[in-house]
């Protein structure tokens, strides 16, 4: 069983910054994969960013593509989510997800979630 917690979440202002975290354990494979996933209120989940934790590949949803950026610790079995420049509609909570094998650059497809952390950008 792999287990995701996500931390990091919390209230900043339009324009700030955050950076989630994601801890990762349990039994992983020696190739797996790890998406942020958001989901606003009354909306469905949309894709933000993947990373795989053995390869050089990264993945961003094209409308925030410049604004986020995902990067691992595989020591620490964490993978980051860096969000600059913050606004309103960034307003949502935030999930890591994880699969074994490569990036798929979607919120179906993935074998574990974490339970999420909520980020709210006031204006």
């Known amino acids: 069983q792999v287990q995701l917690v996500e931390s990091g979440g919390g209230l900043v202002q339009a324009g700030g910054s955050l950076r989630l975290s994601c801890a990762v354990s349990?039994?992983?494979?020696?190739?797996?994969?790890v998406n942020w996933v958001r989901q606003a209120p009354g909306k469905e989940r949309k894709f933000v960013a993947g990373?795989?934790?053995?390869?050089?590949?990264?993945s961003y949803a094209d409308s925030l593509r410049g604004r986020v950026t995902i990067s691992r610790d595989n020591a620490k079995n964490t993978v980051y989510l860096q969000m600059n420049n913050l606004v309103p509609e960034d307003t949502a909570v935030y999930y890591c997800a994880a699969r074994e094998g490569t990036v798929v650059s979607s919120t179906y497809w993935q074998d574990y979630w974490g339970q999420g952390t909520q980020v709210t950008v006031s204006s």
């Open positions: 349990g039994r992983t494979s020696s190739t797996y994969a």
């Open positions: 990373i795989s934790m053995s390869e050089p590949t990264t």
